[in-house]
């Protein structure tokens, strides 16, 4: 006997998912922009200032922002997707019109920047990127190539292209079935790196964009980050979750609960090896918090994500993570230099006064949110009217949280 098709059950809005991409996206930002070093001079690869030390402390591991839009993205698709009345070159030319343009513009830029400085990417490397392929190769000049946050859209594609059967599988599951998908997954997450991470041994390159050392060298690094199959483990969890929520099945704390659990993994992430920092610290508590937002929206409870702002700065979340590293990229190569020149600085590698980080960062950060703005407005919002299908499909439950890229 098979568990009631969830396909039916529960349709309603999820704004608070939209606002939770915000804050997947800053984590993301502040990860980033820790790793300028503001307060540091330039060249003291050992030290760090009281500055970046605190940023480092909240922002260090801030690539779990990248596994909690992940388990979204399963979430909001298995929430929204409806087999009878949809086809599959239909979901794929959405997904495609969401995500593409906005990814090509941002690879474009990158290539320009990069040509800039006379280094060339070379005609392959360009061309797996085009193509969302990029993840697939263990090499860091490729899959860090160009934008280098773009390897997470070649995840995103595989997954659009495995969902629709992702799903078909998954609703044929009883509730106990979809839970064990999801637990599966995040046991998965803690015991593979440390089998399938360990059985390959690749020799380190002579240039690193990120070390791999803390991690157990380039192939677990690869495997425990960028991998599609190993980050699939969100994805295929999200999308179990969903139809638990869908089905009324789920049983899980509510709103105020679940930021506490999310607080409490978020500080033992950070005391984990820094192979399991990625996702597995986090992962149960993300998706425990992702349902608990998902039924906050559907039953009228409490949720801090759900107003008119929030659901705003969600809607350009996606534009604010594809262009916030090469804004930052030009803010690394031209704020000191122009602070020297101004006298705030003794010289073009010195460090920033501690009483200036908060305040650059601060502008770093409505910088590259005013930019997601227009990217929303002027390249992602007219292309998805643009390139999505004519032809309207069959009416579906309202749901407003678009899936996280």
Same mark, same amino acid.
């Given at each position: 006997m098979t568990s009631p098709d969830p396909a039916a059950a529960r349709p309603g809005r999820l704004d608070s998912l939209t606002g939770l991409r915000w804050w997947a996206a800053l984590l993301v930002f502040g990860e980033h922009v820790a790793a300028l070093r503001l307060g540091t001079r330039v060249g003291e690869e050992d030290e760090r200032g009281p500055a970046d030390d605190v940023l480092h402390f909240l922002f260090g591991t801030g690539t779990i922002g990248v596994s909690c839009f992940f388990i979204l993205s399963g979430? =909001?698709? *298995?929430w929204t997707y409806r087999p009878e009345t949809d086809t599959l070159g239909r979901f794929w030319q959405r997904r495609f019109a969401k995500i593409y343009p906005v990814y090509f513009v941002s690879t474009v830029l990158a290539f320009v920047m990069f040509a800039g400085m006379g280094q060339v990417p070379g005609a392959g490397n360009v061309a797996l990127h085009l193509v969302l392929l990029q993840s697939w190769t263990p090499d860091q000049s490729v899959y860090f190539g160009l934008n280098p946050v773009t390897w997470s859209l070649s995840c995103e594609a595989f997954f659009y292209l495995i969902l629709p059967f992702l799903f078909l599988g998954l609703r044929r599951l009883r509730p106990a079935g979809l839970y064990a998908? *999801? $637990? !599966?997954? =995040?046991?998965?997450?803690? @015991?593979? %790196?440390y089998t399938v991470?360990?059985?390959?041994?690749? %020799?380190?390159p002579e240039e690193e964009i990120i070390s791999t050392a803390p991690v157990g060298g380039p192939f677990a690094y690869w495997? &425990?980050?960028?991998?599609?199959?190993?980050?699939?483990?969100?994805?295929a969890a999200? $999308?179990?979750?969903?139809?638990?929520?869908r089905s009324g099945r789920w049983r899980g704390p509510r709103v105020p609960a +679940?930021? *506490? =659990?999310? #607080? *409490?993994?978020?500080?033992?992430?950070?005391?984990?090896p820094p192979r399991l920092q990625h996702e597995a610290g986090t992962f149960l508590p993300f998706v425990l918090l992702i349902a608990a937002l998902a039924v906050a929206d559907l039953d009228g409870g409490w949720s801090p994500l759900r107003g008119r702002r929030m659901r705003f700065l969600g809607e350009i979340s996606y534009c604010l993570y594809v262009f916030q590293l090469l804004l930052l990229a030009v803010v690394a190569g031209g704020l000191r230099p122009a602070l020297a020149a101004a006298g705030l600085l003794a010289d073009a590698d010195a460090a920033?006064? &501690?009483?200036? @980080? !908060?305040?650059?960062?601060? +502008?770093?950060?409505?910088?590259? &949110?005013?930019? #997601?703005?227009? #990217?929303?407005?002027?390249?992602?919002?007219?292309?998805?009217?643009?390139?999505? %299908?004519? &032809?309207?499909?069959a009416p579906e439950a309202p749901v407003s949280a678009r899936t996280p890229a």
């Amino acid at each position: 006997m098979t568990s009631p098709d969830p396909a039916a059950a529960r349709p309603g809005r999820l704004d608070s998912l939209t606002g939770l991409r915000w804050w997947a996206a800053l984590l993301v930002f502040g990860e980033h922009v820790a790793a300028l070093r503001l307060g540091t001079r330039v060249g003291e690869e050992d030290e760090r200032g009281p500055a970046d030390d605190v940023l480092h402390f909240l922002f260090g591991t801030g690539t779990i922002g990248v596994s909690c839009f992940f388990i979204l993205s399963g979430f =909001v698709l *298995a929430w929204t997707y409806r087999p009878e009345t949809d086809t599959l070159g239909r979901f794929w030319q959405r997904r495609f019109a969401k995500i593409y343009p906005v990814y090509f513009v941002s690879t474009v830029l990158a290539f320009v920047m990069f040509a800039g400085m006379g280094q060339v990417p070379g005609a392959g490397n360009v061309a797996l990127h085009l193509v969302l392929l990029q993840s697939w190769t263990p090499d860091q000049s490729v899959y860090f190539g160009l934008n280098p946050v773009t390897w997470s859209l070649s995840c995103e594609a595989f997954f659009y292209l495995i969902l629709p059967f992702l799903f078909l599988g998954l609703r044929r599951l009883r509730p106990a079935g979809l839970y064990a998908v *999801a $637990a !599966g997954a =995040v046991v998965l997450s803690f @015991v593979l %790196p440390y089998t399938v991470g360990e059985l390959v041994r690749l %020799p380190y390159p002579e240039e690193e964009i990120i070390s791999t050392a803390p991690v157990g060298g380039p192939f677990a690094y690869w495997f &425990t980050y960028v991998f599609p199959l190993f980050r699939a483990l969100e994805f295929a969890a999200g $999308a179990a979750v969903a139809l638990l929520v869908r089905s009324g099945r789920w049983r899980g704390p509510r709103v105020p609960a +679940a930021l *506490a =659990v999310c #607080a *409490a993994g978020w500080l033992a992430n950070l005391a984990l090896p820094p192979r399991l920092q990625h996702e597995a610290g986090t992962f149960l508590p993300f998706v425990l918090l992702i349902a608990a937002l998902a039924v906050a929206d559907l039953d009228g409870g409490w949720s801090p994500l759900r107003g008119r702002r929030m659901r705003f700065l969600g809607e350009i979340s996606y534009c604010l993570y594809v262009f916030q590293l090469l804004l930052l990229a030009v803010v690394a190569g031209g704020l000191r230099p122009a602070l020297a020149a101004a006298g705030l600085l003794a010289d073009a590698d010195a460090a920033l006064p &501690t009483w200036l @980080v !908060g305040p650059v960062v601060l +502008a770093c950060l409505l910088l590259c &949110t005013t930019a #997601a703005w227009a #990217a929303y407005r002027w390249i992602e919002k007219p292309m998805m009217r643009r390139l999505r %299908p004519r &032809t309207p499909a069959a009416p579906e439950a309202p749901v407003s949280a678009r899936t996280p890229a």
